[in-house]
């Protein structure tokens, strides 16, 4: 307890303290900035330089809101190079992509997938499979996004985002589509339940092991209360994973959608203290007495992302619920967004999690920077758990990235991680990666 006592206050005074640090433009933002210069504008039929003040404000406006989203992650595609405008500089479109490729080599008993995961460590390693070198473009991506003024809608942006990430990293699959209009987003997009931006940086797509990163059809209504506070609802399609056999237990097709809302209080265009929650309608089938059964899963996350020092900046997460393990993180792995009931044949319930992260980024220059991280999961059942079972799970990473140019990166990165179970057995893991990144 006084170790969970000493985590929390930890994590509070980080992201307590960073809400009342302003330094100067920090190197991130510079490095954020200095894309805005690295594009091509096309606009058929017009010579710019002729063109008033008022024609080259409102250009930059529109271009300025690439680079604005409030669920951007370090590993997603920035800006596009190629920008083709309207005459009126009225409507926008950019088309971009990135091309990623990813090393790495596992030792000392090697984790079976690409994800550094501590839930996926043998326990009893394959002595055949102690080492692994792998490669993989996954992260490969295309996109769309067009950025529009209208008279009777106002404001209004369309995306379209695939990457290759299925069946051995090289099937194309939709990753995002949604439309925003004023404060409203419709369509396949980012959980209002999650902080892309509070994520630290990493090599490994996977990322700390507590990160909630899940995706789905929502309708959210995002407005800005003023300069500092902004708040977000949404309804989003449920993706349940329960631990049902089909022979006592079975699944129940959802039919709520589950509600998630965040309010976030920010002093910078990254710099940011927010506090999500979410919902969910969990059913499922009592085989052996021919009933369903319904109950609330729920989940709160306190994030942030702060630069207390122009060279400095820290990220800090911690999560805790019930039933909402799927959405994210170590656990999503497996089914536990709900699991038997010890004792009680046809019985589930939704079991308790808890886990948390702390980074830090130090920017050398803007365009060069390290970083680490330290992440934990920690599953929190009823009594009764299985030896075997996943008790808590801890990864770390120290890594450097270098943006040769602003459209070429190159990172390296140490990962380590460790899995306990509830029988007392741990086994650890290690990894070297390399990515090298080339976006237009």
């Not at 330094?23 to 210069?37: E, G, V, W």
């Not at 090697?110 to 002595?127: E, G, H, N, R, V």
């Amino acid at each position: 307890m006084h170790h969970h006592i000493t985590l929390r206050s930890i994590l509070c005074t980080a992201i307590i303290a960073s809400a009342f640090s302003v330094p100067a433009q920090s190197l991130m933002d510079q490095q954020r900035d200095s894309l805005k210069t690295s594009h091509k504008l096309i606009i058929p039929g017009v010579d710019i330089k002729s063109k008033s003040a008022a024609y080259s404000d409102s250009i930059k406006n529109i271009i300025d809101m690439f680079y604005y989203d409030q669920f951007h992650h370090f590993q997603d595609p920035d800006a596009p190079y190629f920008l083709f405008m309207s005459k009126d500089a009225k409507l926008a479109m950019g088309i971009g992509g990135a091309v990623r490729m990813r090393g790495y080599f596992d030792w000392d008993g090697a984790i079976p997938s690409p994800a550094f995961a501590p839930y996926l460590i043998p326990m009893q390693p394959d002595p055949a499979k102690m080492r692994k070198f792998g490669t993989t473009p996954a992260g490969t991506c295309l996109f769309f996004r067009v950025i529009g003024q209208n008279k009777l809608i106002g404001n209004y942006q369309l995306y379209i985002e695939a990457n290759f990430n299925g069946y051995q990293a090289r099937d194309f699959h939709l990753k995002k589509a949604y439309a925003i209009v004023n404060d409203f987003t419709i369509g396949y997009a980012t959980s209002s339940f999650s902080d892309p931006a509070a994520v630290p940086p990493t090599v490994d797509a996977q990322g700390p092991n507590n990160k909630i990163s899940n995706t789905s059809v929502l309708v959210r209504y995002m407005p800005r209360i003023n300069k500092r506070w902004l708040l977000a609802i949404s309804a989003e399609t449920p993706s349940t994973q329960m631990s049902t056999d089909n022979v006592s237990t079975g699944n129940i097709d959802n039919w709520i959608p589950d509600a998630a809302a965040f309010i976030q209080y920010e002093w910078g265009p990254t710099s940011h203290v927010r506090l999500s929650s979410i919902v969910r309608a969990l059913s499922y089938r009592d085989l052996i007495n021919g009933k369903n059964h319904y109950t609330a899963g729920w989940g709160v996350m306190l994030s942030s992302i702060a630069h207390p020092l122009k060279e400095i900046t820290t990220y800090a997460s911690a999560n805790y619920g019930r039933g909402y393990a799927g959405l994210g993180g170590d656990l999503m792995i497996g089914n536990y967004d709900m699991v038997a009931t010890p004792g009680r044949p046809g019985n589930l319930y939704a079991p308790a999690s808890f886990g948390w992260c702390v980074g830090l980024q130090y920017n050398i220059k803007p365009n060069l920077f390290v970083s680490t991280s330290v992440s934990q999961t920690r599953f929190l059942p009823r009594t009764g758990a299985a030896p075997t079972e996943y008790k808590y799970g801890i990864t770390g990473d120290i890594n450097i990235f270098w943006n040769m140019t602003p459209r070429m990166q190159i990172g390296a990165e140490f990962d380590y991680g460790m899995r306990k179970n509830f029988s007392g057995e741990s086994r650890r893991a290690r990894r070297i990666g390399a990515v090298a990144q080339f976006s237009f």
